[in-house]
Structure formats: C-alpha cells, structure tokens
C-alpha cells in the first residue's frame, strides 16, 4: 500500500493548500502527509492544517529558509532527507500536479517499482512530427538513453533512494552543484546499481507530461507544452478536470 506522500514547498502559492487537499482527498486515508515549507508560508499552512496537524498522520518540517531551485535538488540527493520520512512506498508530488478524476489506473498499479514518474527526453520531440513518430515507435519496446523520469509526480521506494545515494557515496564521483535529483536517480536505472523500473510506455500510464497518453494516473503541468493542444488536449481534459478544477486552465 502506499505508506506516505511528500512535497517540498516553501511560497506561499494560492493554489499550494488546494493541491495538498487534493492529494489528500485522492490517496487512502491511512497515508501519511510530509509537508516541507519555509518561513513564508508557514502560517498559512499551519491555519488551513491545523486540525489535521493533530491526527498523527500530517507532518509538516520547517526548513527554516526559503528554497532555491538547487537546494530542492540537494535535499532529496540527502540521506537525512528519507530518513525523516515514514514507511517505504511514497508519493512525492508538487503543486502543479494533480491526480486524474478520470483515469482508468490507480496508484496500486505502480507500488511494485522502485521509482517511476513522466518519462521526459533531453529534446523536446512533441513538436517535431518525424521525431515523435520515431520515438512513438520505441517507447513500447525500449529504453532510450535520452530518458528520465520526472520527480514532479514520481512514486519511489525510500529504501531504494537512501541504498542509490549510499552507493554513490562510497563508488561515486562528486556531483555536479547544479544537478538534478530525478536525473540522479534516473542514471542508477542505467547503471550497474539498477533500480526496478517500468518502461517509458508504462511510466507515460503514471503521469502525463511529455509524452502523451489519453488517460494518465497523474499530469504535471502539461499546459505549459507547446504541443498540449488539439484532439489530444482534449482527451486530457476530459480525463483530468483537475487541470480546469484546481488550475483553472
């Protein structure tokens, strides 16, 4: 089952105790909730959660600052990070993703991997037709160098994150300061330290950002795609109206 969902979130966004509701509302009552804020929104988040701050099953972490693109990489690269986290099968989501009123899958369907979110490429093939078809090809049957699968809305395996960083932390080299913690752990699929992971084409099932699927689990803000227009914007829509309900776009 899954045991617990996290988001990092230090602004104060509109939107931010909306989403948390949302995902509160979408997953078993028996999941625990990990909120990481800064100073900036802790106020707010502690009226609208006050109540549920007393159940036991929502945490919420001070980081005491307020978060830089970077620092949000850095702390999930961080041991003590997943630590602080209970149970094993997690939920990370953001404040622009949402899961789909609509879709034919569940969150079960994806409990036996130990990392798995939208599959994104180093090239923005959507708006190249030639392209699109050619990978549109390969995602049933192989895994391309290119991948990664997006942290945004990913489901992993805590056990997994803190045995990858371990590992690279006796065998590793140092990382580069501006690195990215879903391309991090995306590489430990490609090395020899593998995590079990599904294939692009199931992994698009999870949650729709690039690559299009009619009726993801999950979206991560795919209304900032060029390419998010047409027949297949309208499926999506149909399938999340979360995009209009929560984001009103």
Not at 30 to 40: A, E, L, N, Q, S
Not at 103 to 123: N, R, Y
Not at 184 to 191: A, K, N, T, V
Request: aromatic fraction near 16%; charged fraction near 25%.
């Amino acid at each position: 089952r899954l045991h617990s969902a996290v988001i990092v979130e230090h602004r104060p966004l509109p939107l931010l105790c909306k989403v948390i509701r949302h995902f509160m509302s979408r997953t078993p009552n028996t999941t625990y909730f990990w909120v990481f804020h800064g100073p900036d929104n802790a106020d707010m988040l502690h009226k609208e959660f006050r109540r549920d701050l007393k159940t036991g099953r929502f945490w919420m972490f001070n980081l005491q600052s307020n978060v830089s693109k970077y620092d949000y990489q850095w702390l999930f690269l961080n041991i003590n990070f997943w630590e602080k986290i209970a149970g094993n099968n997690l939920l990370c989501f953001q404040a622009d993703t949402a899961l789909c009123k609509n879709s034919q899958h569940t969150i079960q369907e994806f409990l036996m991997w130990d990392f798995v979110g939208a599959p994104c490429t180093k090239f923005r093939f959507g708006g190249n037709t030639a392209m699109e078809k050619i990978m549109r090809k390969k995602l049933p049957t192989k895994r391309w160098k290119d991948v990664h699968y997006n942290g945004g809305l990913s489901m992993r395996k805590r056990s997994k994150m803190v045995e990858a960083l371990r590992f690279h932390m006796r065998f590793g080299t140092p990382l580069p300061w501006h690195v990215y913690e879903d391309v991090f752990f995306s590489s430990r699929m490609w090395s020899g330290r593998k995590l079990q992971i599904p294939w692009p084409n199931i992994a698009r099932r999870f949650c729709f950002e690039y690559n299009f699927y009619p009726t993801p689990l999950g979206i991560h803000k795919p209304w900032e795609r060029n390419w998010f227009f047409g027949e297949e914007e309208a499926k999506i829509r149909k399938n999340c109206p979360e995009i209009r309900t929560i984001f009103g776009k």
